[in-house]
């Protein structure tokens, strides 16, 4: 519940963190209350994240939330930074186009969530990028990026774009047409310091894999989480991200053979930060890791099975 002297000091909020449980219902009400009085007094606001607790209602559209947040966006001009990654809801065209319409100078938006439903079509986020030409860090579905999306990003007269998050989740993403790698090797030279974050997860067969890892992505952290062969894109990986590559996190299987590809991974990413594997390694794999990447702050890499959950190893 919200203190009622909160609703006092709208005017001087500028960042909102805002968590709320969508099952219970004072929590929800409290939560797109707040929203909608926000909407008719956001001169101030610049930040805003919204952040779901707890279990969402089977089959909750989250409409509430999302026509307060609708509202929300189409009245907040300064807002500069948008973060919808931990709404459990699926965003839609309407929403983005009402950021491009009332959020001009906006600097990050990330509506890659963990909802299982992509609607967010590329023609909205190309009309996004149009309206905010300011924007240099950007969270989506793989399905909701276009090369002419790209081409728009490295055009000459675009601000620096530092920042771009892919997460390929939903039946969607997986339909979804390539990204060329001369779209992605020009998107990279325009702006040399861009950092990507690949998230792949069980929805994305062997054949969408291969189309998503091009070799001119600047990956600089890689999550895998596939239902398929997962020693394939470690392999692409150590031989084409060792440059960019930062951080990695592995979900399969063990194998010998995957032991072998982490250890090639380890050799070639000397500027790896971070290493999570969540399955049982060999020794010589954190042997490795801790002998080939020097700047590694810290890893999660079992030798024996251990009670869940896993906790990573801090490097002093």
């Keep these: 519940m919200l203190p009622p002297h909160l609703f006092a000091c709208l005017d001087h909020i500028h960042n909102l963190r805002l968590e709320f449980e969508p099952s219970r219902e004072p929590s929800r009400r409290a939560a797109t209350e707040l929203l909608t009085a926000l909407a ?3 001169p101030g606001l610049r930040g805003l994240c919204l952040e779901c607790r707890g279990e969402k209602p089977l089959f909750d559209s989250g409409r509430d939330v999302l026509d307060s947040l609708h509202a929300l966006c189409g009245a907040a001009g300064a807002l500069r930074h948008l973060d919808l990654r931990g709404l459990p809801f699926t965003l839609d065209d309407a929403l983005v186009l009402q ?51 790209l081409e728009a990003l490295a055009a000459p007269d ?63 952290a890689l999550r895998l989480s596939l239902s398929g062969d997962t020693v394939g894109p470690v392999r692409f990986a150590a031989h084409h991200y060792a440059a960019t590559l930062r951080a990695l996190e592995v979900r399969a299987t ?23 594997c969540f399955c049982v390694v060999r020794a010589s794999v954190l042997h490795s890791f801790r002998a080939h990447c020097p700047h590694l702050r810290s890893y999660t890499l079992k030798l024996t099975r251990e009670p869940h959950p896993w906790r990573p190893t801090l490097v002093a």
């Design 99 to 149: 950021v491009a319409l009332g959020c001009p100078e906006l600097r990050s938006l990330f509506l890659d969530n963990g909802t299982l439903v992509g609607s967010v079509g590329p023609g909205s986020v190309l009309e996004l990028l149009e309206a905010c030409p300011r924007l240099r860090a950007l969270g989506l579905h793989l399905a909701s990026l276009s090369r002419t999306a």
């Design 158 to 220: 675009r601000s620096p774009f530092e920042f771009l998050a892919l997460r390929c989740a939903c039946p969607e993403d997986a339909r979804a047409p390539p990204l060329p790698n001369d779209a992605w090797a020009a998107l990279s030279r325009r702006h040399p310091g861009l950092a990507v974050e690949l998230e792949l997860e069980p929805a994305l067969p062997g054949e969408s894999v291969t189309r998503v890892l091009q070799p001119a992505v600047p990956v600089a």
């Design 254 to 276: 063990s194998s010998a053979e995957l032991d072998t590809a982490l250890e090639e991974l380890a050799a070639r990413c000397a500027e790896l930060r971070e290493v999570h």
């Design 40 to 42: 008719g007094r956001t």
